[in-house]
């Protein structure tokens, strides 16, 4: 196994998309850090949306539209514990990493079975749990990785720019950020799921990059439509992005809990559906 | 008494009510290049999907290396493989394709994958990209990987697709060689006759997913050969006399009431007479010999695709 996942790190290093990948965690930070706002890839959550008021209120004091001097006068008034909060709001937006991990997915496990090239490593190195396994210890390792290095990436980046009046400890920060694992590798396990069911890298594209979006979409149409107390709950609560948004800026033990629990759920459920589908799949 | 390599017991496979294989046995020694024939569809790669666990029979079972299939683990790195097209990384270079299994498989000489590519002729190009590569290099590359790694048994799926002639030679020379030196065992697809012939030392005929026939290259030189057929009701007496007055040895008795002679020294007419002659009354007496492709031809019943 352990030579299995060598052979991964290998051609890791050799394909663009790892550089490319850092490269956009690297600009998400810089941008983060010489703005001072968090910003966020998918849907805006609610909690997300709550410096929009102070946005209004300095647009109605200086008259004006121009977004760019609004947001400049923005920062002056956050009081100090809402520019320490900055930095665990940027972690809270750590559901942008999903779609790196989404490119992560693609590069160890969906090109393998979209290129064909599961069958050189079927027929005559390893039998298939054991491809099974490797493939998802190399995900799931490079995928936390990939999560701790952008807390370290951006707390050292703002440290440096903005100082320590807009970061809260390091401490605080990891904590934060291992707070988010269960629900981000929850998520990687779906993804890996998605891989195995459609088997075609195009089809794990558009479900793994469209899908989240358009999952996302229909609850908030459904809320709109239904007025159903259990979706405003959920999408407020427990919906990937809110949740991993709450998890680190607001964190609460139940809420904490349960979005373990929903995390944990979901990575099992994807792992043991994956395997189960994986086993029986004709390799063609 | 030869090691067996690869054994199937009654392996059948079922795609909803379509049967791809019906009940194949089959005996693959050590040492044997053996040769898969069949048209397009005929099964073959479902048989190498199957012993390779690329897909799962329903039913019957297999033995690789006198070891059950459910039992087959660390076996597999005996084996070396090319099953259907060849896959590799696009992004990457030959060497590197080959470099990244070399890995997998926990190869730590590294100058095996440059002795591979050398014996398929792309040492020279072992730094260009997979995806810049032709049909025949591609091909190559995918042998080169089967190769790797001294495999004891080695399943190549139609690989001369793609190669040039003189390729195809190198490549036959260098599969025989493989096999008198280092003692590995092929299991060779084609469904060109003419071309396993030349290298193949056991055949397997098959069609709809039935073994048509199983036979050696001797037994497939006799059924070919041109020879004077005699059937005659006394064929103990014939032969005597074949012998004896006609100082002929290169005959075969196939069955009770047929000999075929081989040797074209004497005309058949002159045979005919001299069994008669002895009172071996001859009931009929015809030239045989049939090309491979006539062979193939008349064992799927039909004609070829190709």
């Known amino acids: 196994m352990i030579n299995m996942i060598k052979a991964d790190l290998f051609r890791m290093i050799r394909s663009k998309s790892i550089y490319i990948i850092i490269a956009v965690m690297l600009t998400m930070a810089i941008v983060s850090v010489a703005t001072k706002t968090p910003g966020t890839i998918a849907n805006a959550n609610y909690e997300s949306m ?10 109605e004091e200086e008259n004006t539209n121009d977004l760019s001097s609004v947001l400049s006068k923005l920062d002056s008034k956050r009081s100090d514990e809402q520019k320490k909060e900055y930095s665990l709001k940027v972690i809270g937006s750590n559901m942008n990493l999903y779609y790196l991990i989404v ?5 160890v496990l969906a090109a393998d079975l979209s290129n064909k090239t599961i069958k050189n490593t079927l027929t005559s190195i390893s039998g298939r749990k054991k491809y099974f396994f490797s493939k998802l210890i190399f995900i799931l390792g490079s995928s936390t990785l990939l999560i701790l290095l952008n807390t370290l990436t951006f707390y050292g980046i703002n440290m440096i720019v903005n100082g320590e009046k807009y970061s809260v400890s390091l401490g605080r920060m990891l904590e934060a950020t291992l707070m988010q694992l269960p629900m981000l590798l929850g998520l990687t396990a779906l993804l890996t799921f998605i891989v195995y069911l459609v088997k075609s890298g195009a089809w794990y594209n558009s479900i793994s990059l469209l899908g989240i979006i358009l999952f996302q979409t229909v609850l908030l149409m459904l809320n709109s439509l239904l007025k159903c107390k259990a979706i405003t709950t959920y999408l407020e609560k427990y919906e990937a992005q809110s949740a991993i948004f709450k998890l680190a800026v607001h964190p609460e033990i139940s809420h904490t809990v349960i979005c373990c629990i929903i995390g944990i759920g979901m990575f099992l459920v994807s792992v043991i559906a994956s395997y189960y589908i994986f086993k029986k799949a004709e390799i063609n | 008494m030869k090691e067996v390599i690869v054994k199937t017991n009654q392996l059948t496979k079922k795609y909803g009510d379509f049967i791809a294989l019906d009940n194949i046995n089959m005996t693959v020694n050590k040492g044997d290049i ?14 190498m999907k199957i012993i390779t666990g690329l897909t799962e029979s329903s039913g019957g079972d297999y033995e690789l290396f006198s070891r059950p299939s459910n039992k087959i683990g660390d076996e597999k790195r005996r084996i070396g493989c090319l099953i259907e097209n060849p896959a590799f990384f696009n992004n990457l270079s030959a060497y590197n394709n080959l470099k990244y299994y070399a890995i997998q498989k926990g ?23 997979f995806r810049t590569f032709s049909l025949g290099m591609k091909q190559r590359l995918g042998i080169a990987f089967a190769l790797m790694d001294d495999p004891d048994l080695v399943i190549l799926d139609e690989p001369i697709n793609g190669i040039d002639p003189i390729g195809i030679s190198e490549l036959r020379e260098t599969f025989m060689r493989l096999t008198r030196e280092r003692g590995i065992t092929f299991i060779i697809s084609s469904h060109i006759l003419s071309e396993l012939y030349l290298i193949a030392n056991r055949f397997m ?13 001797e037994e497939l ?17 014939a032969t005597a006399l074949i012998e ?13 009431t047929e000999i075929r002679i081989y040797s074209d020294d004497i005309a058949p007419a002159v045979i005919n007479t001299e069994l008669v002659k002895n009172g071996i009354s001859v009931s009929a ?3 045989s010999g049939i090309t491979l492709e006539e062979y193939f031809k008349s064992l799927v019943g039909g004609s070829t695709n190709d």
């Open chain 2, 221 to 237: 030189d006799t059924e070919c050969m041109r020879c004077t057929v005699f059937r005659t009701n006394n064929v103990k007496k």
């Open chain 1, 103 to 107: 490119f992560i997915v693609y590069g």
């Open chain 1, 50 to 59: 709550e410096e929009m008021d102070m946005i209004y209120e300095i647009a």
């Open chain 2, 244 to 256: 004896e007055k006609l100082n002929i040895h290169d005959y075969k008795v196939i069955d009770d």
């Open chain 2, 285 to 287: 007496l015809f030239e």
């Open chain 2, 34 to 47: 053996y040769g898969l024939i069949g048209r397009n569809g005929a099964g073959k790669t479902t048989i």
């Open chain 2, 107 to 129: 190869i730590s000489d590294m100058s095996k994958i440059g002795e591979v590519l050398e014996m398929v002729k792309l040492k020279d190009v072992k730094n260009k990209k």
């Open chain 2, 205 to 217: 005929f098959i069609d709809k997913g039935k073994v048509l026939k199983e036979i050696t290259h």
